[in-house]
């Protein structure tokens, strides 16, 4: 190895380092499974050990020399394999959609809808939509009722 810190890096500061180009911290943590708070410490160790003040830096610092294992740099493994593509930025409108999902997000212990989306959104749409289809089942009775009548 050489003599550029990039070594001391740990696999999950490099993680999060890898998607600091691409996305601001929230949008690190959901694609990597952990807490805001997490990925913010990660970042940060990782640029006092970079000697750097920007997170875009120590990114920077990073991409380069896991892209450039033959000139002094290598990837997260040591090997001379090229460093996987830099993933593509997600996008931004379905992750707002997504959100209002009643769904667990990944790395969540339970469903963190707050209380004005369950209470104003889901309930209402779920009523709704039982509405609907009790509609559609009472009307199909009816039309199928009919038919065998005038049989």
């Excluded at 996305?23 to 750097?52: F, H, M, Q, W």
Aim: aromatic share 4%.
């Amino acid at each position: 190895m050489d003599d550029s810190p990039i070594h001391l890096l740990s696999e999950q500061e490099r993680a999060c380092l890898r998607l600091v180009p691409l996305n601001n911290t929230a949008e690190i943590a959901r694609a990597t499974g952990l807490s805001p708070e997490t990925v913010k410490t990660y970042i940060k160790r990782a640029c006092d050990k970079l000697g750097v003040n920007r997170r875009a830096d120590a990114a920077r610092m990073l991409i380069a020399a896991e892209s450039c294992p033959h000139e002094g740099g290598y990837n997260s493994r040591g090997t001379d394999e090229q460093a996987p593509a830099a993933p593509e930025r997600p996008n931004r409108e379905a992750g707002r959609w997504l959100a209002l999902l009643p769904v667990r997000k990944q790395g969540a212990i339970g469903n963190d809808l707050n209380l004005v989306l369950r209470l104003v959104i889901w309930i209402p749409l779920v009523a709704i939509g039982i509405a609907i289809a009790f509609g559609m089942l009472a009307v199909g009775i009816r039309v199928l009722a009919d038919l065998a009548h005038s049989l």
